[in-house]
Each structure stands twice: as C-alpha cells, then as structure tokens.
C-alpha cells in the first residue's frame, strides 16, 4: 500500500514569490492534516481536513496561506506571498478517522532567500 | 508554553542495551499519546500509541509506559539496535486521537555498535 506522497521534495523560491505543496494521502483516509516543522522542532498542526470540509485551521496563518482539499482526496497548500521566516518542513498526514493514528509523508523542505 | 516536553535532546547507548527516551506534558486533558520516529529527510514514522486507560503498551522491542499522576511517559527500546538511531518525537491528543496532536521537540537516539 502507498504511503502518504508529496511533492515537491525541495523547494527553493524568492521572498514574496508564491509556492504550492501537494499531498497525496493513504487511499481511504478521510482526514488529511498539514504540518509545520521548523528546524530542531516538533511538526505544528496547520490544518486538519475531514473529507473536503476543513475543520480546524486556527493555526493557518491566513493572510498569506491557504490549502483545499477538493473531492476530498489530494490536498494543495499554498503561500503567497512567501516571507523567509516561512523556510521549514511542510509535512502532510492522513488517518483513516481523526480517532487513529496519523501516517505522515516524507515532506516538502522549503527554503525561501 | 510547550505542553509536551522532550527534555533530552539527545541520548547515546551501545547496541544491545535498553533504550529509554522521556517524555513530560503538562495538559491534563491528554488522553492518548503516541511516539513517532523520524530518520533525516523523511517524515515521521508511527511507532506505538498508548490510551491513558493503560499503564503500559508493548510492540515488540518497543513498550510505552504512562504515569498519569506524573504526567510522564517513556518509551524502552530492548535491545536497541543501530537501525534504532533516529529522532524520537513524543506526541499527545486530548481527544483519543490525532486529532490535535501536539508534538514534542524530540530527541535524537544514536545507537553505537
């Protein structure tokens, strides 16, 4: 069975521009979760999806980030405009329910300069 | 305030030993915790949960022991072994879950020959 896949791996981009993160997660699961890991720290929920249907983004940072989850199967995170303080780990998980554990990708590092 | 706490950002054994990796946390709504292992450039593995209905979980060479009245957790790991040598993160959910996990900041675990 697939694990849980994102693209791209690295992404290197120039402040203010924008950027894109896609996830792929584990068939069947229906809650989908974004997460931020800055360096020498653990991954900070972003946002969590049930299905389509976002129901805890209290931690996106909403001006400047957005994400979707059409169909309820792939998932898109976006920044724009990107800031430098904005460089870290993007990790994407899924589960089969918000009650079981969450499976995670391997990530997207980005590096904003 | 870091509600789960990772004391130890790094722990040294000889293969073959016990592994023992400490985690705190101060919320006392959390009721189901989880360990996660995470090699360099890869996101982080699910190793063994436990509810806080339980004492103690056990995998194989991994056991998870809970002490709610101290709010402390560990993972053992017997024998350890190098492969073992990765970044432990220990996380909790107040809703039985991952729904809202909240992460520690991890310790790195090198396991020599």
């Known amino acids: 069975e697939a694990g849980v896949v994102q693209s791209p791996r690295y992404k290197i981009i120039e402040k203010k521009q924008p950027v894109a993160f896609w996830c792929n997660p584990i068939?069947?699961?229906?809650?989908l979760y974004w997460y931020l890991q800055n360096l020498g720290q653990g991954p900070e929920l972003l946002i969590r999806?049930?299905?389509?249907?976002?129901?805890?983004d209290s931690q996106l940072p909403k001006d400047r980030f957005s994400a979707e989850r059409l169909k309820g199967v792939d998932s898109t995170l976006k920044i724009q405009p990107a800031e430098l303080g904005d460089s870290a780990v993007y990790l994407c998980?899924?589960?089969?329910?918000?009650?079981?554990?969450?499976?995670f990708g391997q990530g997207t590092r980005l590096t904003v300069v | 305030d870091q509600q789960v706490k990772q004391n130890s950002p790094s722990l040294s054994v000889q293969e073959g030993r016990i592994s023992i990796l400490n985690c705190d946390y101060t919320?006392?709504?959390?009721?189901?915790f989880l360990w996660y292992k995470k090699y360099p450039a890869e996101g982080p593995t699910f190793l063994i949960s436990?509810?806080?209905?339980?004492d103690k979980n056990e995998d194989g060479r991994f056991t998870v022991f809970l002490n709610k009245s101290a709010k402390h957790l560990s993972l053992h790991i017997v024998p350890s072994q190098p492969g073992d040598s990765a970044v432990y993160f220990c996380?909790?959910?107040?809703?039985?879950?991952?729904?809202?996990?909240?992460f520690g900041k991890g310790t790195k675990l090198t396991v020599n020959p």
């Open positions: 919320n006392s709504m959390f009721d189901y």
């Open positions: 068939s069947g699961h229906n809650t």
């Open positions: 436990i509810s806080s209905i339980k």
């Open positions: 999806y049930e299905n389509e249907e976002a129901v805890d």
């Open positions: 998980a899924s589960s089969l329910d918000r009650r079981h554990e969450a499976f």
């Open positions: 996380a909790a959910s107040p809703q039985g879950g991952s729904e809202k996990l909240v």
